[in-house]
């Protein structure tokens, strides 16, 4: 008989406002992490983009559940967990069904995400879906996902300069939860006294230091790969396929401190930090995975890369040439159409669209070439449903994506981990948002990893592919050697 957790629950959001404020997300995280000394919490920010992308930031400290998906292993601590089936191996279907039971009394007008579970899933996902899979070495044996439960998150408004202070209140029916009400408002008030004496503080950052690092793959060995995937291309196998390499650097930093670093560097529209015990993730991914809010999916593949220019007119010299080059723009429209697919598998048939297609979006180090993909779910498609549908991206994977990700696995020395996986949420109002984990590092303990790669079709040029890869680690590979 499968092992089951039973426990029904009621949650209650209550909100507390703050008007026209100046406080910085990053300085409440930091006060409150320190104040209620966790060890797990998450800052998830906008950086950059507009008011579809760049509205809101996120932070929870301290949560009342985790969940732990290994490939053969399911961790749940904690008692806030409906009705999970620890016998399925599907990740999805185990976080849907800590979801299952529980009952929100949501409160009008409320951001998308009004507290739920944050965190990640890692590339290696896809093993549970495609268990024929070879297995793959690593050295660094992590979850194929994990996720934070918080009973409070703290919720930033760019535009309408709100902070939201959402403390739910929770009980196994409505009397526990009327018990629980007066308890979530002193929490509630408690944060707000933080929050409002919390002063911007300036940042200093160390003089550029020398790193100890050590890259999986040579440039020799890299070209060498991009080669056998040309083979591969020529014969038919596939039009396309993302491979990487990664860097491991000896680093003492404090993950609050590279994080500063990589968000003052690279400003992106997700910006997140996520410190799970002795592990962090540390990002400033400019990519959307996935975004539903209500029944409507949205997506945005990147593809297509150049570096910055070091003036305004070399600047767009090169976002010219990069969207007249051939080989990005039938690697962009062959990814669009990829996207487009995987939406259309649950989505209502005729309501996937591009309204973008084709635009230059320019980062600190790198110009990318971005369009929007977006469609209404069908009736019975859950976004559990999309997320499955779309994971991983094609754009850091390939085309087909199946036979990408069997060449990737071949090719690549060893799994991928939470490289090219998805960081986000699930909200307890039914939306999700999920960014790809690329321009990401990885701290554990007084090691840091950092991982890119190149999108690799018929007429690449390998020696140019390394360089792209080159390219995209710079940013967070200056912020390791900057963060003090």
């Known amino acids: 008989m499968k092992k089951q957790i039973k426990v029904g629950l009621i949650v209650k959001p209550i909100v507390k406002v703050m008007k026209n404020h100046v406080i910085r997300p990053i300085d409440a995280y930091e006060a409150l992490k320190k104040e209620s000394r966790a060890e797990y919490a998450y ?5 950059a983009g507009d008011k579809q992308l760049a509205r809101y930031s996120f932070l929870g400290v301290n949560p009342i559940g985790r969940i732990k998906i290994y490939q053969h292993k399911i961790e749940l601590l904690g008692n806030t967990f409906s009705k999970i089936d620890k016998g399925s191996n599907d990740p999805l279907k185990i976080i849907q069904a800590a979801f299952g039971k529980i009952e929100v009394v949501e409160s009008p007008q409320q951001p998308r995400f009004i507290g739920g579970a944050v965190g990640y899933f890692s590339y290696d996902l896809i093993r549970h879906y495609l268990p024929k899979l070879q297995e793959k070495k690593t050295d660094l044996p992590l979850p194929n996902a994990e996720f934070l439960f918080t009973k409070d998150i703290v919720v930033f408004d760019h535009f309408t300069k709100e902070i939201k202070i959402i403390c739910s209140a929770i009980g196994k029916n409505s009397s526990e939860l009327k018990e629980n009400i007066i308890e979530t408002e002193i929490r509630s008030k408690d ?24 890259t999986d793959t040579s440039q020799a060995e890299f070209v060498k790969m991009v080669k056998q995937a040309k083979s591969y291309i020529k014969a038919g196998d596939i039009f396309q396929v993302v491979l990487s390499k990664r860097t491991e650097i000896d680093s003492g930093n404090q993950p609050l401190s590279t994080y500063l670093s990589l968000r003052e560097l690279n400003p992106s529209p997700y910006l997140f930090l996520l410190e799970f015990g002795d592990v962090a993730l540390i990002g400033s991914s400019p990519e959307m995975l996935l975004r539903v809010e209500g029944k409507n999916a949205f997506t945005k593949p990147i593809a297509g890369t150049r570096k910055r220019g070091i003036t305004e007119q070399k600047d767009q010299a090169l976002a010219d040439e990069l969207l007249q080059d051939t080989k990005e723009r039938a690697e962009h429209i062959m990814l669009v159409d990829l996207h487009r697919n995987d939406l259309g598998r649950v989505c209502q048939y005729g309501s996937v669209e591009v309204p973008e297609f084709m635009t230059v979006n320019k980062f600190s180090h790198v110009q990318h070439i971005v369009s929007t993909v977006q469609g209404k779910l069908a009736p019975k498609s859950t976004p559990y449903d999309a997320l499955r549908s779309i994971f991983p991206a094609g754009t850091v994977s390939g085309a087909p994506k199946v036979r990408s990700m069997e060449i990737i696995n071949e090719l690549e020395q060893q799994k991928r981990g939470v490289y090219a996986g998805a960081v986000g949420y699930f909200s307890l109002n039914g939306n999700v948002d999920f960014a790809i984990t690329i321009r990401t590092i990885l701290q554990k303990g007084q090691k840091a990893y950092v991982q890119a790669g190149s999108g690799i079709v018929a007429d690449s040029i390998p020696e140019k592919e390394w360089v792209e890869s080159e390219n995209k680690a710079a940013a967070m590979i200056q912020a390791l050697s900057s963060g003090g």
């Not at 800052?43 to 950086?47: C, D, K």
């Not at 944060?191 to 003089?207: A, D, L, M, P, V």
């Open 191 to 214: 944060i707000h006294e933080i929050i409002s004496i919390t002063e911007k503080r300036g940042r200093e950052f160390s003089k550029l230091k020398k790193l100890d690092a050590t």
């Open 43 to 47: 800052l998830l920010e906008s950086g």
